[in-house]
């Protein structure tokens, strides 16, 4: 199953969400040297933008952690594809349940930030 639309559709809000607060952080730059302050150390103040991301995965195993190991995999394959690093994501959250028939199903959540 190909779910890489989705995701990069996510990461073009995120994207947009981050352009947005650049260009408040520039009005409010703008609005800081209408005082009569020094104009160039206001004028050389980098403003920066983070982009963040947050990725869904899901697996199976014959253990609790190899179900999460299992979920994690898939969640840092769907940055990858969507474009992250892996160096760029870490694993926030994950959830495991017993199916009942001696196997383990989980989900993971994986963030990104750069």
């Not at 991301?53 to 994690?72: D, P, V």
């Not at 495991?96 to 750069?114: D, K, L, M, N, P």
């Amino acid at each position: 199953m190909n779910r890489s639309s989705p995701f990069r559709l996510r990461a073009a809000a995120v994207t947009l969400a981050a352009s947005a607060c650049l260009l408040g952080g520039v009005a409010t730059a703008g609005t800081a040297s209408a005082a009569p302050a020094d104009t160039a150390s206001v004028a050389s103040r980098a403003i920066t933008a983070t982009e963040m991301a947050t990725f869904l995965g899901s697996g199976t195993g014959g253990t609790q952690s190899s179900a999460i190991t299992s979920a994690a995999n898939v969640a840092f394959a769907n940055a990858q594809r969507a474009g992250w690093q892996r160096s760029q994501c870490y694993l926030r959250a994950s959830d495991v349940r017993a199916t009942g028939s001696g196997w383990f199903s989980a989900v993971a959540e994986v963030f990104c930030q750069r």
